[in-house]
């Protein structure tokens, strides 16, 4: 993961641009990564300041995933941006999902696991197909089918329980 370090002590107080490929190689480094096969761009904007440097992610891309209403193979677009504050302290650690300290005699910063995260958090909760008519509509009918049997079969305790509320 060398490849995603920023040296930044050598830069002049300003903004610095770099641009990061994250493709199924890099995903696969992560052991519970939900991002397959994906090409994905960051480019990130570093502000380097006097006692701080600000970093802009800006992802964009797209992943080869499944939908969850068909299950049809599909597309889906990843477009997310993020910022990360990082100061110079004498105990480094992330204090909270923007600011991290590094130490004094810091050179570099690794963005790794954070593009990492950044990634993930660009993946919507339900991946779906755009519109329902992009979806296998052959998978669909099958639902709706099997939902409405499942509708129809009723267990007869059930039926007397629910007059009880009614007496």
């Given amino acids: ?5 920023i040296p930044f ?3 002049k107080q300003g903004k610095h641009s770099f641009q990061f490929k994250l493709t199924e190689e890099f995903f696969d480094s992560f052991p519970f990564s939900q991002i397959e096969d994906a090409e994905i761009v960051a480019d990130i904007e570093l502000d ?3 006692s701080m440097m600000v970093l802009h992610f800006a992802l964009s891309g797209s992943m ?13 677009p990843i477009d997310s941006n993020h910022r990360l504050i990082v ?20 050179h570099e ?8 995260e950044f990634a993930h958090l660009g993946v919507p909760l339900k991946i779906t197909h755009e ?12 639902l709706d089918e099997m939902e409405e ?6 267990d007869p305790r059930w039926d007397k329980l629910r007059g009880i509320g009614k007496n």
């Fill in 1 to 5: 993961m060398t490849k995603y370090r």
């Fill in 48 to 50: 380097k300041q006097t």
């Fill in 87 to 106: 100061k110079f302290g004498d105990e480094p650690g992330e204090y909270d999902d923007e600011i991290l300290v590094i130490g004094h005699k810091e």
């Fill in 9 to 11: 002590e050598g830069l």
């Fill in 64 to 76: 080869n995933t499944q939908c969850d209403r068909c299950g049809d193979e599909m597309q889906m």
């Fill in 149 to 154: 049997e499942e509708e129809e079969k009723t």
């Fill in 131 to 142: 519109s329902e008519d992009d979806c296998n509509q052959e998978v669909l009918d099958k």
């Fill in 109 to 116: 910063i690794d963005v790794s696991q954070f593009l990492y």
